[in-house]
């Protein structure tokens, strides 16, 4: 089946550092994937729609000058937390759309924290 | 946008037991989705269900499109079900997925 690849699991980082998480599709191509957060206890939240080679589309609320997103090829989307402080720490999760299979394929997340 | 409510907030099941969770949606969808987020948050797609019903084993889940609200059915739970299962729909924009709030679930032995 579809996977979804996203790397690091985990990261811990200094207050305005940037940090970089990637997501890969492994076996199949995504000309579209998307990013969101989850804080604990609570729901995920859409932040933006990564397109293979334009630029992504960010919603409401999320800055995309903070929250970088670079979609290079048809498998590798990276999300660059850029000046990252505390309030940044959370979960990131990927998904990508495996185009004529109608599912959303998610990867395993990754869990940022800013000390 | 679309609005998702799912219902119980939280569900304590003894090993066994049968149980039913709710979705409603505030508009007609293109998508919807139930997923299991297990404790380390890996999110498992169980059913892609925009309408109709779908069994997978002890997990089922009917969609009824024209009202509005999808039920995913858990029989014979078991301690592995425990987490939280959330329903996520699409509308207007394929893959934009906006999830419910997720049901707890802790299935006890």
């Known amino acids: 089946g579809a996977v979804v690849s996203q790397h690091p699991s985990r990261v811990i980082c200094k207050s305005g550092t940037s940090v970089k998480i990637e997501c890969r599709s492994l076996?199949?191509?995504?000309?579209?994937m998307f990013w969101y957060r989850q804080f604990p206890k609570q729901s995920l939240m859409l932040m933006a729609t990564?397109?293979?080679?334009?630029?992504?589309?960010?919603e409401q609320g999320v800055e995309k000058d903070k929250f970088l997103i670079n979609h290079a090829s048809l498998t590798l989307s990276t999300l660059t937390v850029t000046s990252a402080h505390p309030e940044d720490s959370s979960f990131y999760i990927c998904?990508?759309?495996?185009?004529?299979?109608?599912?959303?394929?998610f990867g395993a997340g990754s869990r940022l924290t800013v000390l | 946008g679309i609005q998702v409510e799912q219902s119980p907030p939280d569900l304590i099941l003894q090993e066994g037991a049968n149980s039913t969770l709710r979705c409603n949606f505030s508009?007609?969808?293109?998508?919807l989705q139930w997923f299991h987020q297990n404790p380390w948050g890996q999110l498992i797609n169980l059913f892609y269900i925009p309408s109709g019903t779908k069994q997978n084993g002890r997990l089922s889940a009917t969609t009824v499109a024209t009202e509005r609200y999808s039920l995913l059915y858990i029989s014979s739970s078991q301690t592995t079900d425990s987490g939280v299962y959330f329903c996520?729909?699409?509308?207007?924009?394929?893959?934009?997925?906006?999830f419910g709030a997720g049901t707890q679930v802790v299935v006890t032995p």
């Open positions: 996520a729909v699409d509308s207007d924009s394929w893959g934009k997925l906006q």
């Open positions: 508009d007609s969808v293109n998508n």
């Open positions: 990564s397109n293979e080679g334009s630029k992504a589309t960010y």
């Open positions: 998904s990508a759309d495996n185009s004529g299979a109608n599912v959303l394929t």
């Open positions: 076996d199949f191509q995504a000309t579209t």
